[in-house]
């Protein structure tokens, strides 16, 4: 039976949820994680993709097919749930990756893989945004924060321990049971979601907007492209380059001018009105050009400088992933009990900055520790925005635009990676090149060729090369290391700014004053059903 009665998750008034939530969440929990999860694993297993399957000079494409789908199908779930309704969209978006999940297992050669991999990257673009919107559905924003912990666990989690699942089933069972992980679990969150959600069915009046939906699409995919591709597989100034910037350009602006008419607009322009919304999907761009950052280059740096094993590249990111998981609870829990969140994009922006310039001050000399506590700063910052900004983006619109907000935010943040993947990349690699050719000579030349390539040496690759040119290149990524971080200081200003004109709107939905006589205008018609 479904129910739409006002408070709908009555059980946020006690302050406890009941049973039948508590599963729901279990199950958008492991649908997180499999969206995240997905490319730590895959990245530790490529080398024995590539030796099974051929295709090396495809390889890049894996990942990127993956990315571009996600991406350009990220707004159009979010509208979809928005128009059709969420339970359904959700629960489709889960059966389009399991079914590219065993299709990329499947694969017989590197075509069908990058193929298969698209399929899996459009329901991906689907699960973070039905995740959040779902959540959005169930628990009122006052009550949300308690939840920022769980997310920041399982994001935590994915990060650490996708390199050594990764590892380990590949080892063990082979790389095609890096895809075929995903079945069990997907059918588990499938099973539950079916199950005990329920949410209001929606019946659209208007047609999807179609001409919007494919502008957006081009757009989004020439900006990752040219991210992707910039620097690397093409020169910055290249013909290709800027036939796919004027693209990207062109059919941005026209989606823009079709928005202002559509009547049903993929992704409505006036949620942009609110300052706040603004201001998160801003801040939400920033925090993920940095973090992605420090998380390509700082398992580099320590492999490549520190000697550590490539097989542990997860776990040295742990002080700076354990300190985002407890602040993240902490602000939780102050959101949810005080209503009060402003304080939390400030500190975050002082922090994200502070972390990244003691980041910036690493080179040869620098302990584990000393690094460990740097890399702790900076969690500590982005723990104070991660699921803040998802929480504001949510709390600033109507609730008829929940999921376009979601995936909205979720979008900055996915196109926030890719600038700064590539951007910081770009300027790691022309750092390395120079001081290779600076430091040693015809030997630098030669290291610096293998890592404009892979752009990774690891502990056991260095331990072949000759004294002098092991030297250059530890230096040479130390100097790399030194000017990303630099830079991803810089563009973290942006955030403290930004967080200096938030609006402190109360948080919609059941505080602690709530009840069914005054209900919050942001409470869900929404049920889960006993179990």
Known sequence: MTETRPAAVGAADTGKQPRSVRVVLLALMIAMMLAMLDNMIIGTAMPTIVGELGGLEHLSWVVTA???ATAASTPIWGKIGDMYGRKGSFMTSIVLFLIGSALSGMAQDMGQLIGFRAVQGLGAGGLMVGVMA???DLIPPRERGRYQGMMAAVMALAMIGGPLVGGTI??????????YINLPLGAVALVAISVVLHLPKKLAQTRIDYLGA??????ITAIVLVTTWGGTEYAWTSARIMELTAIGVVALVGFVLWEKRAAEPILPL???RSRNFT????IGFVTGFVMFGAVLFLPLYQQSVQGASATNSGILLLPMLGAMLVTSMVAGRVTTSTGRYKVFPLVGGVLLVVGLGLLSLMDTETSRLTSGLSMAVLGLGMGCLMQITMLVAQNSVEMKDIGVASSSATLFRTLGSSFGVAIMGALF?????????????AAGSQVGQVTEQSAQLDAASLAKLPAAAREAYQHAVSSGTHGAFLLGACVAVVVLVAAFFVKEVPLKGAGPKATDEDPSPAAPAAVAEPV
């Open 66 to 68: 993956y990315t571009l």
């Open 214 to 219: 494919g502008l957006l699409t081009v757009g």
């Open 134 to 136: 779902i959540i959005g």
């Open 170 to 179: 590949t080892d063990n069972w082979g790389w095609r049971w890096a895809f």
């Open 429 to 441: 690699n022309h750092r390395v090149q120079d001081v290779m050719a600076e430091r040693a000579g």
């Open 270 to 272: 006036h949620i942009f």
């Open 279 to 282: 201001l998160m999907a801003v």
